[in-house]
């Protein structure tokens, strides 16, 4: 090979990588430099920071007719791509009594759990700070189905997500409430790359990173007026277009400069909001007296998320296990090991129960794949492994 051609093959070979040490703070200033241009976004009513403000009640009307629907989806993928990744829908929920029964659903479910011990915190804050209900797209179902019913049947959440994600998608809900006094978050970037560390978004290849923007819609619901002062999310609107976002967010230069340039939009009870989950973004510290500050977060997944055929997976470890240990016995080298791990066994950690199935020292609960690996290495037999996947597959069930 030629030096002209061996050179071309490595910067073609660090192009298909993205590594925390090629992350710097000039090439997200670059991408920022971009300004959101109300002129772009006929079907906006404002820009407020950077940020889309569209008028629900303007854009309603248009969305009975197929060509204006269509417009308007087209006009929200734009913004949440190539735009500033964020769009705000004043007074997206406008019968406050769907969103007041529904608040108070939610905060029965707060009380029910803290009565039982089992108060459930988010990612960042301390336990008992906060208040966050896992599952709360399950639970409101199955505790109030008429409220589910109104809630759901909001127009412009099911707009938000088939402009984003097309048919066919998966809503999951979780509530989070930042308590008078309670922290924030640091800035992150969110599902499914966000929630894994620096070293395991490395090992993906850089069209992962492109595509794992386009696989999640992230909402939020106002359920309560939402001043700066009760620490609304931050922002860093046009953020998500810098390629290497998910392995720099937690350098401290990139957390700094988000310090100092965030934006912070209040927003009014009924309002939603809708970003890409590339966006860099944290929920503010409420610094209010008396505002315990709810929303609704949506986590809206796309239909393509999954695979074709259903495995029991479970099954077939327990199947494979004394065959691959005899295999190690017989000299079977640990990268083979860890390749029909890879094949038998979910190596995700997602979809869970978040209220049993907890991260520790992390952002993801362990997987069942990691499971297994340490089972073969700790040389346990095929009984007790079975008996660890069947309690890890518990923590994982909705109730």
């Not at 703070?25 to 430099?33: M, R, T």
């Not at 930042?178 to 924030?184: L, M, R, T």
């Not at 392995?247 to 009014?268: K, W």
């Not at 090991?337 to 907890?358: C, K």
Request: charge should be negative.
């Amino acid at each position: 090979m030629s030096s002209t051609a061996h050179v071309s093959a490595q910067a073609a070979a660090a192009a298909a990588w993205l590594t925390p040490e090629d992350c710097r703070l000039s090439d997200l200033l670059a991408v920022l430099d971009e300004q959101t241009r109300l002129e772009d976004y006929p079907h906006a009513s404002r820009v407020d920071q950077q940020v889309l403000v569209y008028d629900s009640a303007a854009v309603r009307p248009q969305l009975a007719d197929g060509e204006g629907r269509r417009e308007i989806q087209a006009e929200l993928a734009r913004a949440l791509s190539s735009g500033p990744g964020i769009v705000v829908f004043a007074r997206a929920f406008d019968d406050e009594s769907v969103l007041d029964r529904t608040t108070a659903a939610f905060n029965r479910m707060i009380a029910d759990q803290r009565s039982r011990g089992t108060a459930a915190g988010d990612h960042f804050a301390k336990p008992g700070a906060n208040d966050r209900v896992w599952n709360a797209l399950e639970k409101l179902a199955v505790t109030d189905p008429e409220a589910f019913v109104a809630y759901y049947a909001n127009d412009i959440v099911a707009l938000a997500a088939t402009a984003w994600l097309g048919p066919g998608y998966q809503v999951t809900s979780q509530v989070n409430v930042v308590n008078p006094g309670g922290a924030g978050q640091t800035v992150h970037r969110d599902y499914h790359l966000g929630f894994q560390s620096d070293e395991v978004c490395a090992d993906y290849p850089a069209h992962v990173h492109a595509l794992s923007q386009v696989l999640t819609l992230q909402g939020a619901v106002a359920h309560c007026d939402m001043p700066v002062v009760s620490g609304p999310t931050l922002y860093l609107p046009h953020s998500q277009k810098y390629s290497h976002g998910y392995v720099a967010y937690r350098r401290p230069e990139f957390q700094e400069y988000f310090e100092d340039h965030h934006i912070q939009l209040p927003l009014a009870k009924g309002d939603a909001v809708f970003f890409n989950p590339a966006l860099f973004h944290a929920a503010g510290s409420n610094h209010s007296s008396d505002i315990k500050r709810m929303a609704n977060l949506l986590q809206i997944s796309s239909a393509f998320g999954r695979a074709m055929e259903t495995v029991d997976r479970e099954r077939t470890v327990n199947a494979i296990y004394a065959a691959l240990q005899v295999a190690r016995d017989n000299g079977l080298a640990d990268e083979a090991v860890a390749h029909v791990i890879a094949a038998s066994a979910e190596g995700y950690s997602f979809p869970t129960n978040l209220d049993r199935d907890q991260p520790v020292g992390g952002l993801a609960p362990q997987t069942q794949a990691e499971l297994v690996a340490r089972a073969v290495r700790e040389r346990v037999d095929g009984v007790e492994l079975r008996a660890r996947l069947a309690a890890q597959a518990v923590t994982r069930l909705s109730h």
